[in-house]
DNA sequence: ACAAAATAGTACTATAATAGTCCACTTTAA
DNA sequence: TTAAAGTGGACTATTATAGTACTATTTTGT
């Protein structure tokens, strides 16, 4: 129901691959083979995961990528959230043009799309790198909402 | 950090407007109006919720649309996929050209993205229609309002 | 029976987002 | 100092999405 695009399919495969050997610089063209694609496609997904800190690179000739934390520490909301970016709708509150949702005051759902947002964040959270390396399924436990910050009806 | 496209904005303002007033037949025009689209986007957007299921449509002078369920039996995942479809990313799995993975008997990778819809899934399944329609995360609220006194748009 | 008003289905076009590539530049080890 | 690696940014091609239009079907009122 929610479509992720091809670079953070590529970017989990990458730092799947990374998380097996985390102690070791690899470099890109090491890492474009391992996971089947062309160089210069990995290269950006490795661009990004370095610029939002998950990866840390080194120059020069036997330079490479190597995480730069441990796999626990990183979660599929860090992957995910380094290559597709914030999660967003596209208008009701971002573009502010009144008059296109006349109840603006009291729109209860512009309220409510962020309680969603932060369930599918904790989600991905709750899931980090090294359990990706691990080939079977451990259940996930989600963290339900308290009863809090449930509204019931 | 995931993008849901326009139309599942729509959606989610439709459902939410019709589950103000859910005994009373909607048409097309009265419920672009209210949120501000024009006619023909809304009529594609209903005719997706009417094949999901979500919605039920009555033809001739006098139809239009009307929830399907009580709003508290649908939830933002219904919503969002019947407007966005399965979730899914674009290759490792999909397209079963081999190589492309050279691991793929033990791709561990694929089976968690499982579990990961499946968190995902569980987290949009929480949150029912009708809690979109309460303006924001009061815990308790006190003099529950009836269905036709929480009309007021 | 007929006309009007509504949804259903489908196909088409325009726009926007994504994926992929390329090049000039910088860094580092041998 | 040269070769192999990453950096940044711009560019193009492809694909997905949004939006529209048209025809058919259903229902109600006269």
Known sequence: MIK???????????MTYLAREPKRLHSAQDIAQAIGINVPT??????ML?????LESHRGIKGGYILAKTPVDITMADIIGALEGPIGLTDCGTSDQPGN????????????????SQAVNDALASVSLAEMTVPVAQPIVMKR?????????
């Open 4 to 14: 992720m695009g091809k670079l953070t399919d590529y970017g989990t495969l990458m």
């Open 42 to 47: 990995a290269t950006k997904v490795l661009k």
């Open 50 to 54: 370095t610029r939002s800190g998950l």
């Open 101 to 116: 949702c006349q109840r603006e005051r009291s729109c209860s759902v512009k309220a409510n799309w962020q309680r969603i």
């Open 145 to 153: 909402p308290s009863k809090a910050e449930q509204v019931t009806l």
